[in-house]
């Protein structure tokens, strides 16, 4: 039986476990001097899916400039509305779970969720994720957008290994099923 694709959690936190501050700024993960592109070309080769929630793909738009930057992957993005797909995503809005576990069962190369804190708090409490990869820069902003939602779920996790980039280290656990 061929492997099942997994559902990866490719994120950067400050040390306080923020993915960004209350105004959405990641001036402070810029910041911080890392190497190279920190592993991230190195991750993209391992994924052929992106799952975005409407939140953080409307903060990418504004922040590329209109230029989706995950080009010739499947992009997908979960919405509570009704949209109409683009060239580069297809919008989701059905049931994440059933979604989720299609998408699975296809061909294919690992899955990426990119984001935000409210699509992966459902992936998290529906026990959709297989690995996290956590890039922690040394900062502490203090108050923002939590990397974990505060929430009745709990997930028991087994650290594959770590790595740094000159100043940020990288975490990498695979969720216990």
């Avoid at 209109?66 to 109409?84: E, M």
């Avoid at 980039?165 to 990288?170: A, D, I, K, R, S």
Wanted: glycine fraction near 8%; charge should be negative.
């Amino acid at each position: 039986m061929k492997n099942q694709r997994k559902i990866v959690l490719f994120i950067a936190q400050s040390l306080d476990g923020y993915i960004a501050t209350k105004g959405d700024s990641l001036d402070w993960l810029f910041k911080v001097e890392g190497e190279g592109d920190n592993g991230y070309s190195e991750f993209f080769e391992t994924i052929d899916t992106i799952l975005i929630g409407k939140r953080t793909y409307d903060w990418i738009m504004k922040h590329e400039k209109g230029q989706f930057p995950y080009q010739n992957k499947d992009c997908y993005v979960f919405s509570r509305s009704q949209l109409d797909d683009t060239n580069d995503v297809k919008f989701v809005n059905e049931d994440i779970v059933n979604f989720t576990h299609n998408l699975k069962k296809e061909e294919g190369k690992n899955i990426w969720i990119v984001g935000g804190g409210d699509l992966l708090h459902t992936f998290l409490k529906e026990k959709l994720v297989d690995e996290l990869i956590l890039t922690v820069a040394p900062t502490i902003i203090g108050e923002g957008i939590p990397l974990f939602k505060i929430g009745d779920y709990q997930l028991d996790l087994s650290l594959k290994g770590t790595r740094t980039f000159n100043q940020f280290v990288e975490l990498h656990y695979k969720v216990k099923k």
